[in-house]
């Protein structure tokens, strides 16, 4: 098996709708706004050469939508899924597996193109297979008002629709072992319904692709829970539990979202669960 991490692009988020309550006074210390209250925030997407297996763990918000849309979140850097494929030695038609930790536009976007016509859509990804669970695909293709903005039709109904589409099963204790993608997957209900997270034995470490349940080293400690959750109460709920096991097990946690640091380890402390160190993937996964 061989890792590597896969920069599909980045763009910003209003800093108080990433960290909720919390006051920008303190939030501001870990991810600085801009003048417009914006945060630097990344689409890491993981690729996991297993095997006659290729792997992508989400797609970034793909290239789609209207300058509109992408207007509301200011793009920035030169970072593309395509080139960042091309970097390590692969094209999107490589891909035999797309695995989504969940459905929001910025997680999933990439998934489906533009056909050559202009005048439709297709899987960005045409020799794959899309996996989600049927809990989570019920949520997001008949979602609730507060997410209807996140989940869009265009990203997710035509991967139905092109026949490639997967569903994982959820077990009664949340934790899936050794799935039929070669690695184990905890699923969480804070942010949105049945949202998975990777965990993958690598090296003699566990790597966790941390998706929205940890999208920056900012957001470590428990109250810090983004506006977007659906079940705040519940998100830090599983935070405490995940967190703790994290620092115990040292675990190696990949930030699909922090701009500025890639992975990081946590350590218990009077305080609660705090960050321990910082790496760069390579530094760790060669």
Known sequence: MKLYTIETGNFKLDGGAMFGVVPKSIWNKTNPADSNNM????????????????????????????????????????????????????????????????????????????????????????????????????????????EKASFLSENILPIQESGQLNFLSVPENRF?????????????????????????????????????????????????????????LLTIEEKKTFLETAADNNFYLLLEHDAHNQVCTLQKTEKGVRMKETFLFNELFI
């Not at 993981?46 to 300058?67: A, F, H, M």
């Open 39 to 146: 945060i630097d925030i990344a689409a890491r997407s993981l690729l996991i050469e297993d095997g006659d297996r290729l792997i992508l763990v989400d797609t970034g918000l793909g290239n789609k939508q209207s300058d509109k849309f992408f207007g509301y979140y200011y793009l920035w850097g030169n970072d593309n899924l395509d080139a960042s494929l091309k970097k390590h030695g692969f094209h999107r038609d490589d891909i035999t597996d797309v695995f989504l930790t969940h459905l929001h536009f910025d997680h999933c976007g990439g998934c489906i193109q533009l056909n050559k016509e202009k005048n439709g859509y297709e899987p960005a990804f045409k020799n794959a297979r899309f996996w989600s669970n049927e809990n989570h695909w019920q949520w997001a293709t008949k979602p609730n008002a507060r």
């Open 176 to 232: 899936l072992k050794n799935s039929e993608l070669g690695f184990d997957i905890l699923y969480v209900d804070g942010h949105t319904d049945k949202q998975m997270i990777p965990h993958i034995k690598y090296q003699d470490k566990t790597l966790v692709f941390m998706a929205d349940l940890l999208p920056t080293v900012g957001h470590i400690p428990l109250p810090y829970v983004m506006g977007y959750d659906t079940r705040p």
